[in-house]
């Protein structure tokens, strides 16, 4: 079959201008519609339903055999995808009873069309939505279910008790154990998750990647079985996988829970996911590339473009070689923690031009790559930061997104880990500054948000005090980001009042400690109307020497000791 080709803009308003050819059918109707036997419902126009496309910013294209792929030559589809019809119908002639369905019809596309545009960018990996309006029956009610709960969110006064309530459906044993479960399983917990849900959210989690792996999901023909012969739709269940593989390593680094990294080492043969791009916009797959190609790029003969998620892949991948050290820095040699930094060096270094920066041509943040981008900074912190100079100001700041962790000698220079983990953080801060609206990025980035605020508390107590007021400002920022995440999401808000209350104690002990009235009178002001983006105070850092009369908190005490006793003298970086 030739490809569909969407509509110019211009013809959007003229129904009579969208002509469908393939083959033996050549459509000119003014009111054609997309049929589907399976509920005895009309759709809206073809020609709205890409009005809405063009509403959304999905750029005009042509649509590959993707949706050929559900019609036969007749324009009937295969007994595997549902029977759809293409042609021209009555609309007038609909029965009474669709009538009567409309309201509650148009308040869940209402919800899904907020679940695609508000949350599905940090998250792609349901079907894409050009594909939902032309066959909603591929994503069923139960799952459907979970992603107006997820939408409701991002509408204010919209209570989500009865929503959640047919959500946890999910978790039901009348729902049949198949891939969709496992969308839904895993969309509750990352909702659960931002609700500062921890422990049903990582229950959630555990059982989606139990039925994952019951499925077989980690193999490529669990994909090709049930992908419907449709290229997209068995891209959407490799991507299952790959988010399931992400959401566990984030929640086995990001949060105060010991949850083991399951499937940190979990045998899969799933292919890569596409780019983003590509896929939201039903474009032609390009050949298949594995997790082992990946990880051998820099030796190979040809170019391959990587989508952001498998760089996003890497850098869980690269978060768990850091959990793997254990919480004991002692215990870690020299050479295993080498290996780890190098690997998380050559991320950065292995990017190719158009994935250093998450802002794309056209202004748009790329969200999958902006998850990349976020994660590995968390890597270079969780690696770095409990071998620095920090710890010794104060190893624990308690929070949803935190874990104690163990003191002892670094195996290199506490100076290089203190600078490491400071830009690490730097990165983050300045992530979040992009202008976009920071809600519609994934809601488990704001653990490493978090992370980078630990960096900066003790960071500020080592600076000298004109040099304080930058890191300070780092520090406000993320907490500003913290704020304005918490607007949808209760576990931001709850994040930013703790960090909020450790910054508040800093600057009153540093204000103490060094006699500034002026500091003093700053301590309740943690808000930011501006952001520095001078770092050269960092290549300074280790040449100021901070007042030796000021006092430092030790780990989770009240006592005070000179910083001279805490800190080693500092080289250079």
């Keep these: 079959m030739n490809p569909i080709t969407t509509p110019s803009i211009a013809s959007i308003n003229d129904p009579t201008s969208l002509v469908i050819a393939d083959g033996n059918y050549d459509l000119n109707e003014k009111t054609f519609a997309l049929r589907n036997d399976l509920d005895g419902s009309i759709s809206k126009p073809y020609s709205m339903a890409y009005e809405n496309m063009y509403q959304t910013g999905i750029q005009p294209q042509t649509i590959p055999s993707i949706v050929n792929s559900f019609l036969t030559k007749d324009g009937q589809a295969d007994e595997l995808t549902g029977s759809y019809h293409i042609g021209s119908v009555d609309l007038t002639a609909t029965k009474a009873s669709e009538a009567h369905r409309a309201g509650a019809e148009n308040e869940t596309d209402t919800l899904i069309d907020i679940y695609y545009t508000k949350f599905n960018g940090g998250h792609p990996f349901l079907i894409p939505r050009i594909l939902y309006r032309l066959k909603p029956a591929l994503i069923p009610t139960h799952l459907k279910a979970v992603m107006q709960f997820v939408a409701s969110h991002f509408m204010p006064g919209l209570s989500s008790d009865n929503l959640r309530n047919a959500a946890e459906n999910i978790t039901s044993d009348r729902i049949p154990k198949d891939g969709h479960r496992v969308q839904g399983l895993m969309l509750l917990g990352i909702s659960l998750y931002a609700r500062f ?77 596409c780019e983003e791009s590509d896929y939201a916009q039903c474009r032609p797959m390009p050949p298949h590339r594995t997790q082992g190609d990946f990880l051998e790029r820099a030796f190979a003969t040809e170019t391959y473009e990587y989508s952001s998620m498998a760089y996003t892949i890497e850098a869980v991948r690269l978060m768990g070689n850091v959990l793997s050290l254990g919480t004991d820095i002692v215990a870690a040699s020299d050479a295993q923690v080498e290996r780890v930094d190098v690997n998380l060096a050559d991320f950065a270094l292995s990017l190719p031009p ?16 902006f998850s990349a981008h976020i994660l590995i900074s968390c890597a270079l912190i969780m690696l770095h930061r409990p071998r620095s100079n920090l710890i010794y100001i104060r190893n624990h700041y308690p929070t949803p997104c935190t874990r104690q962790e163990a003191i002892g000698t670094p195996v290199t220079t506490y100076e290089i880990h203190t600078s490491k983990a400071i830009r690490a953080a730097n990165a983050i801060s300045s992530a979040t500054a992009v202008q976009t609206p920071l809600a519609m990025h994934s809601p488990c980035l704001v653990c490493g948000i978090a992370l980078a605020a630990v960096v900066y508390l003790p960071a500020y107590s080592m600076e000298a005090r004109e040099r304080s007021n930058v890191i300070k400002e780092r520090l406000q920022l993320t907490i500003n980001a913290l704020n304005t995440i918490g607007e949808i999401w209760p576990m931001a808000r709850a994040v930013k009042t703790q960090i909020s209350q450790f910054a508040r104690d800093i600057f009153s002990r540093y204000a103490a400690a060094t006699g500034s009235a002026a500091a003093q009178a700053q301590i309740q002001d943690i808000d930011i109307e501006s952001m520095m983006d001078d770092q050269t105070w960092l290549d300074e850092l280790s040449s100021l020497e901070p007042n030796r009369d000021a006092m430092m908190l030790r780990d989770g005490s009240s006592e005070l000791l000179p910083l001279t006793t805490l800190v080693p003298a500092a080289n250079t970086f």
Excluded: C
């Excluded at 158009?354 to 790559?369: F, M, P, T």
């Design 197 to 273: 849900e921890e422990e049903p959210a990582i229950a959630a989690i555990n059982q989606a990647i139990d039925l994952a792996l019951d499925l077989e999901m980690n193999f490529h023909s669990f994909a090709l079985k049930h992908g419907m012969g449709n290229p997209i739709v068995e891209e959407s269940w490799r991507r299952t996988w790959w988010e399931l593989y992400l959401m566990d390593g984030i929640l086995a680094s990001l949060t105060s829970a010991q949850h083991p990294f399951r499937l940190q080492n979990v045998q899969t043969d799933v292919p890569l996911p």
């Design 354 to 369: 158009n994935k250093r920066h998450n802002i794309e041509q056209d202004g748009a943040v790329d969200e999958v790559l």
